[in-house]
């Protein structure tokens, strides 16, 4: 789990928060609203699906984005309640709630990464064609 989560607001535009999540190498970011209860998170397919859409990233609103019913892992969830919560909701990201503040965000990466030796040999490249 990363304990180092990047926090976005609502306000921001996509380009913004694709900017802010490019630069720290992160598929994901929480979205905190002080207007609204609760928070969000916004995906790297959130904003995939917008540009697809025809949108512009630099007038669309992280807040109009966001995904706002979540599921919440609490710290003491094992790997395997983790896997089993994002295989049974479709998604990659859990965002993790101590209270009432955010803990961290874990990834499917994060679970792979404990789950696979760490001396894994590389995977031979495949040949495509284009």
Not at 23 to 48: F, K, M, P, Q, Y
Not at 66 to 86: F, G, I, K
């Amino acid at each position: 789990m990363s304990h180092l989560v990047l926090t976005i607001g609502p306000a921001h535009t996509l380009r913004q928060a694709a900017r802010m999540m490019s630069a720290r190498r992160i598929g994901a970011a929480v979205v905190t609203d002080h207007e609204s209860a609760g928070i969000g998170i916004l995906t790297e397919r959130d904003i995939l699906d917008s540009i697809a859409a025809g949108q512009d990233p630099d007038a669309e609103l992280v807040g109009k984005h966001r995904t706002e019913n979540l599921v919440y892992a609490s710290p003491d969830w094992t790997l395997e309640d983790a896997a089993a919560a994002m295989m049974r909701g479709g998604f990659r990201h859990l965002v993790v709630i101590e209270g009432q503040d955010v803990a961290g965000l874990l990834s499917m990466r994060d679970i792979v990464r404990c789950w696979t030796p760490v001396e894994a040999p590389a995977p031979q490249a495949a040949a495509t064609s284009a």
